[in-house]
């Protein structure tokens, strides 16, 4: 089983975590992926950065659940999980989830999982510094929690 | 001893990351209030009606959560990653 899960505070080259989800592996049959970028645009305002602050002794044993649970869900080859902390600028991957299974309906249902419980479970927050100079704390949305409880039925 | 950690917005508001908590609240629901009674921001994030979430030891916990000596306690905002 090929499975990361990693904060980083550089940068994320999201299509090398991708080609290594399946990297070698034979059996893969498909690869799905989410890659997060960072806007220029929220809520009508322009965006200059963002810094991502987290809760470290947290996160990576959350993010490690999560992961945990959708390998409960579903038969899958390879997980690989990273998500950026500290200042991004646009457009910068955030975050990268990728899912190796045999077949692609699994790969697809374990990445949309990942990303839902991970937008409402793991300890991340943004704040916003905006292109006028000023700066504010993201609200949580929601709709993300709608999605997280989608997978609860 | 209870060690209390806050985050990002409650972190600002409240002045301070974090404080080690000498009088033992039986649950998380009792730090809370003990919090509150200091009154001023402090009622307002922990008695209030923006919600706080709390983690004990790293794993998400509700009002419930049996603290121990020893525990940490980080209380944060709704998350916003991803």
């Known amino acids: ?153 | 001893m209870i060690r209390v950690l806050y985050f990002a917005s409650l972190r600002e508001r409240l002045g301070s990351d974090g404080e080690a908590v000498t009088d033992q609240p039986a649950s998380v629901a009792g730090l809370r209030e003990m919090l509150a009674a200091r009154g001023g921001d402090w009622q307002q994030a922990f008695s209030g009606d923006q919600r706080v979430l709390a983690a004990v030891n790293q794993e998400m916990a509700d009002d419930s959560t049996v603290l121990k000596d020893g525990d940490e306690v980080g209380f944060f905002p709704p998350v916003t990653g991803g």
């Open chain 1, 1 to 153: 089983m090929n499975k990361v899960v990693r904060v980083q505070a550089g940068e994320l080259d999201a299509l090398a975590e991708v080609a290594a989800v399946s990297a070698g592996d034979t059996r893969v049959g498909g690869v799905v992926s989410f890659i997060g970028l960072m806007r220029d645009l929220n809520q009508g305002d322009d965006i200059a950065s963002m810094t991502l602050e987290h809760y470290p002794a947290m996160t990576e044993k959350a993010l490690g659940r999560i992961v945990d649970e959708a390998l409960e869900r579903w038969e899958l080859l390879g997980i690989r999980l990273v998500h950026r902390v500290g200042e991004v600028r646009p457009p910068d991957p955030i975050v990268v989830v990728a899912v190796a299974a045999a077949h692609r309906g699994e790969a697809f249902r374990a990445c949309e999982f990942i990303i839902d419980y991970l937008k409402t479970r793991a300890p991340f927050w943004k704040r916003e510094l905006k292109a006028d100079g000023s700066q504010r704390w993201v609200d949580a949305r929601g709709s993300d929690d709608e999605a997280a409880a989608s997978w609860d039925d």
